[in-house]
């Protein structure tokens, strides 16, 4: 499988990453991730150049890490800057240090040519790092190619089925979609407003909601690897009123960063961002442990999937439906930016 190799992934949070080194791979890059005495993150290659033992599981000596097969040790630019018996460094003893830029709570890392890391590409998630919303998160690794992953976000009327008892009611699949792709940013968006809705356990638990509600999913996804689904959920009939804040309805902005381990490995980062109940610790522990079931209904359904896809013949034919339209938008993004290599939205 080709990747954008061109475009920055989330590789932890910005709370995983400190003084212990962290092992992530992406794009089949093995990184070792660690903070430096003064809180920068750093991202090198996590091979020693001498005997390719992973300096993740080597050790920090201040801002340096000390390989733990023979001792070369490195600063922060991947340089080598001590060989055990000899003065001597030789010119190539170095590792590969990647791009990061933290934001938004994310730890975002450039995997491709380091000459067109732009960091003004990277698209926002406010809400992870805004005091005025809880947020709970996680990450779970997939054993299945990041491109199912997608599929499955951007199609939510497998709530329905996948996601009864907790996400998904009858109205998810039944209700019609609207898609919109913006060419010249590389943004897809699809939309699902539900105007009379069963309430989901989801959110009849965590905003007291009684009766049945308006409920609106709106997605909006920047390939490769960022998607944000936008949810409104309100006593039904209730709308966003045409002029000023939208404050008798609930709001949770559920974000994941969609990020290629390997052709068919995957890390599945999640979060869920709300506004309302702020300080209630009792509903942060409800949706922490719900969207983690959640997110672990698809994960095996994805590993299950990726096993049914790698036994399959070679161009084997899906079948898409006026369901999938956003799920292929995406897919022609990705392609194209795979394709030209692009930086940002693909052109």
């Given at each position: 499988m080709a990747f954008a190799r061109n475009q920055w992934y989330v590789t932890a949070y910005s709370s995983e990453v400190g003084r212990d080194l962290l092992a992530r791979t992406v794009?089949?890059?093995?990184?070792?991730?660690?903070?430096?005495?003064?809180?920068?993150?750093?991202?090198?290659?996590?091979?020693?150049?001498?005997?390719?033992?992973?300096?993740?599981?080597?050790?920090?000596?201040?801002?340096?890490?000390?390989?733990?097969?023979?001792?070369?040790?490195?600063?922060q630019t991947g340089t080598c800057v001590f060989v055990p018996g000899q003065q001597r460094i030789p010119r190539t003893a170095r590792v590969a240090a990647y791009p990061v830029v933290e934001q938004d709570s994310l730890i975002w890392v450039w995997i491709g040519d380091r000459d067109r890391a732009d960091p003004t590409t990277i698209p926002r998630a406010p809400?992870?790092?805004d005091p005025r919303y809880a947020v709970v998160r996680g990450m779970e690794p997939l054993n299945a190619r990041y491109s199912l992953l997608?599929?499955?976000?951007?199609?939510?009327?497998?709530?329905?089925?996948?996601?009864?008892?907790?996400?998904?009611?009858?109205?998810?699949?039944?209700?019609?979609?609207?898609?919109?792709?913006?060419?010249?940013?590389?943004?897809v968006y699809v939309s699902r407003h539900m105007d009379d809705a069963e309430c989901p356990p989801f959110y009849a638990k965590s905003t007291g909601i009684q009766g049945r509600i308006?409920?609106?999913?709106?997605?909006?996804?920047?390939?490769?690897?960022?998607?944000?689904?936008?949810?409104?959920?309100?006593?039904?009939?209730?709308?966003?009123?045409?002029?000023?804040?939208?404050?008798?309805?609930?709001?949770?902005?559920?974000?994941?960063?969609?990020?290629?381990?390997?052709?068919?490995?995957?890390?599945?980062?999640w979060?869920?961002?709300?506004?309302?109940?702020?300080?209630?610790?009792?509903?942060?522990?409800?949706?922490?442990?719900?969207?983690r079931t959640v997110v672990m209904q698809d994960v095996t359904a994805l590993n299950i999937l990726e096993q049914v896809i790698a036994s399959e013949p070679d161009k084997y034919q899906e079948l898409s439906i006026n369901i999938d339209t956003g799920g292929l938008a995406a897919r022609r993004l990705i392609a194209r930016m795979v394709e030209a290599g692009t930086v940002g939205a693909p052109r």
């Open positions: 794009l089949g890059e093995p990184l070792v991730l660690y903070r430096t005495e003064s809180g920068e993150a750093v991202a090198l290659a996590d091979r020693c150049v001498h005997r390719r033992y992973p300096l993740s599981e080597s050790r920090l000596d201040g801002d340096t890490i000390v390989c733990g097969y023979h001792g070369f040790t490195y600063d809400w992870l790092d997608v599929d499955n976000l951007m199609d939510l009327s497998h709530e329905t089925y996948l996601h009864g008892g907790y996400i998904g009611t009858p109205e998810v699949a039944n209700t019609p979609i609207t898609t919109e792709v913006d060419e010249e940013r590389g943004i308006t409920r609106w999913q709106d997605i909006e996804y920047h390939p490769p690897c960022l998607y944000l689904l936008h949810s409104r959920i309100a006593p039904q009939g209730l709308y966003p009123p045409a002029e000023g804040e939208d404050s008798d309805a609930f709001h949770a902005e559920i974000v994941y960063a969609i990020t290629p381990s390997t052709e068919h490995t995957t890390y599945d980062f979060a869920v961002a709300r506004d309302f109940a702020i300080d209630d610790e009792s509903v942060s522990e409800y949706l922490h442990q719900s969207n």
